[in-house]
């Protein structure tokens, strides 16, 4: 193993392991330090993958229980095996992570295994089963998030419960309280509600999703209701007393006020994430946070220490798998002398409830806080031909214009593979489309995305089947 390399990634998330390959296409000799015992980082091991295998087998489970009638599909009694359900989505994970592992070897990609710290510009520690020192050139910090903790909730990963525990749960608990109304909260309720679970969500603010677009959340939270959840907005959680019979919560309203007493099984505490800086060196060496913190970057990724760079969920943005892979890819393109950039406009984010909620660009309440004028256009997935085919028509594609310019400024989709959609949509703003640009795209029929192109149409109150 060299000890000297032009550039040294800490961290082997979806942001260190893609900047690792692409660097090695460009000709750098690369090291990726990770302190896990395989690569992919929260996302792959105990994050996004893990979550979508038990989300789409739970859906499943769902499909056969309730929905396979009304398409003359009859079946018996319907069991739950939790064990394999778990079982294959740790083979999921598994052969995902051999596959980075692979993706290393072609690259020629160095693996350490280890804790990495930094001691001074250009040189790192790594402890762990081998201590040794390295060199590089160039260091990138793509350590990622944790789950943030609250007061008064002590995790033990059994009844109090981040979302790694939430992955595991054995056997289904009958009572599940999330704390937290965010994308990763909701997912993990929808795959527990599916199973059996009674799911309360307990939310600090007066809304779910914050920072969605305002009528979409709404939309979702009644979708979430009809399918068995129950919300208690405005309400703060303040305690948690394990008992013999389950966990006892004391709640109170966030604006103050009595005191209740919610009883669960296991509570899943999921209030946001926070960036993981703890035990880089980073003080030592002079790197700067922010007042959350997150290390400062320029906008070429650059610390302010030479040669120190970071990307990912460890600096300011959206926690996003796919915005990491992108600031990786651009930060070492840039590195090596090219002059590519992120879009942080065009950058989509998804919620993999069912159905899916998908959103790239400005929300109605962002363009009306910046005094932006807009012309929104919607179309119900109730519908489209697909939708209605396939039974899926809850919910609606929103596309937001500008008055003046027609340039698509955000697209806002709940729906049926809305993730998937939204991907059409983020092309467009990439390019800088019109709504108009949109309307006159030929869409395959009967497909889903017609309700994307209905919805261009709605831009200048002229849909077509509505």
């Known amino acids: 193993m060299s000890d000297n390399y032009d550039i040294a990634i800490i961290g082997g998330g979806p942001g260190g392991y893609v900047a690792a390959i692409r660097a090695a296409q460009l000709g750098f000799s690369v090291a990726c330090i990770d302190k896990g015992e395989r690569l992919g980082g929260t996302c792959l091991n105990i994050g996004c993958i893990p979550s979508k295998a038990l989300l789409q087998s739970s859906e499943k489970f769902a499909e056969a229980s309730h929905a396979l009638a009304a398409h003359g599909v009859k079946l018996g009694q319907i069991d739950l095996d939790l064990a394999t359900m778990l079982t294959r989505k740790d083979k999921v994970v598994f052969d995902l992570t051999k596959g980075i592992e692979g993706l290393f070897k072609k690259n020629k990609i160095t693996w350490i295994k280890g804790t990495a710290r930094i001691m001074a510009p250009g040189r790192i520690a790594v402890s762990g089963a081998t201590a040794l020192e390295i060199t590089a050139k160039h260091i990138i910090i793509a350590t990622g998030s944790e789950s943030m903790p609250l007061p008064g909730l002590a995790v033990d990963e059994k009844r109090i419960v981040t979302s790694t525990g939430a992955l595991s749960l054995n056997p289904v608990p009958k009572r599940l309280v999330v704390v937290g109304g965010g994308y990763i909260g909701l997912e993990l309720g929808s795959v527990w509600r599916r199973l059996g679970s009674e799911v309360t969500v307990v939310e600090f603010l007066d809304r779910i999703t914050p920072g969605m677009d305002g009528e979409t959340g709404r939309q979702l939270q009644r979708i979430l209701q009809k399918q068995g959840f129950t919300f208690k907005l405005s309400t703060k959680v303040v305690g948690a007393k394990p008992g013999r019979t389950g966990v006892f919560l004391t709640l109170e309203p966030a604006a103050g006020g009595e005191q209740t007493t919610l009883e669960t099984d296991v509570v899943l505490l999921s209030i946001g994430r926070r960036a993981y800086t703890a035990g880089l060196g980073l003080d030592e060496v002079g790197v700067a946070l922010d007042e959350r913190g997150r ?29 990491a892979e992108e600031e990786g890819v651009v930060l070492v393109e840039q590195l090596a002398g090219q002059k590519p950039h992120v879009n942080y406009d065009a950058i989509p984010a998804v919620i993999y409830t ?9 929300t109605e309440e962002e363009l009306k806080a910046a005094g932006v004028a807009y012309r929104a256009g919607k179309f119900p997935f109730m519908a489209n031909s697909r939708a209605r085919c396939n039974g899926e028509t809850d919910g609606f594609a929103k596309i937001l214009a500008d008055s003046e310019t027609d340039r698509v400024l955000g697209v806002h989709i709940i729906g049926p593979d809305a993730g998937t959609m939204i991907a059409e949509a983020a092309l467009a703003m990439e390019y800088g489309a019109s709504s108009e640009d949109i309307a006159r795209t030929c869409h395959a029929h009967p497909t889903l995305n017609e309700a994307v192109k209905e919805a261009a149409l709605a831009v200048t109150g002229a849909p077509i089947n509505i």
């Open 295 to 323: 290390v400062k970057v320029d906008h070429g990724f650059a610390t302010n220490v030479p040669g120190i760079y970071a990307i990912g969920d460890v600096i300011a943005g959206p926690m996003l798998a796919h915005k």
């Open 354 to 362: 069912n159905p899916e909620v998908a959103s790239v660009g400005r």
